[in-house]
């Protein structure tokens, strides 16, 4: 457990900015490394994240515990696209599209999933507090925009 905690301290510092800490998350996940996807996420009780279909899991036991069984058959290789972000002082919102391919019972699955990654800025740099993925289909990697207009 120490070694984990010092694991992630380590991690932390390198998080400097938000992109490092959403490359993190997904690096994470390209290699199925559980320590490496808890550094990533807010020393916080109310961290929360929910898998597509499943149940919201709230504070660290919890969110270990989930991707520990997304990563009971392997790595999960996810394409990032359409990176939208909203950010304000020591807050990034970013909504982005996902293809998702990870090694199931039934073998390689291919899925595609509507995230919110929220990350804030503390003492240890910026840190998940939230991802949020829902199901899709293939057509939503391709998105509806609505065209800019000018706000008087």
């Given at each position: 457990m120490a070694d984990s905690r010092a694991k992630a301290n380590q991690q932390a510092v390198l998080l400097s900015s938000v992109d490092e800490a959403e490359a993190a998350f997904y690096d994470a996940m390209q290699h199925a490394d559980i320590d490496r996807m808890m550094a990533v996420w807010a020393d916080d009780e109310e961290i929360a994240c929910v898998h597509p279909g499943g149940l919201r899991m709230v504070g660290a036991v919890a969110i270990r515990a989930g991707f520990e069984a997304v990563f009971a058959h392997?790595?999960?290789q996810v394409t990032?696209?359409?990176?939208?972000r909203v950010e304000g002082q020591g807050l990034s919102v970013h909504h982005v599209l996902e293809k998702v391919q990870a090694m199931t019972a039934e073998g390689m699955q291919t899925a595609y999933v509507l995230a919110s990654n929220v990350y804030v800025h503390g003492p240890q740099g910026w840190r998940m507090v939230l991802h949020h993925a829902s199901p899709g289909q293939r057509d939503d990697m391709q998105e509806m925009v609505e065209a800019a207009s000018v706000l008087h």
């Open positions: 392997g790595a999960v990032v696209a359409n990176v939208r």
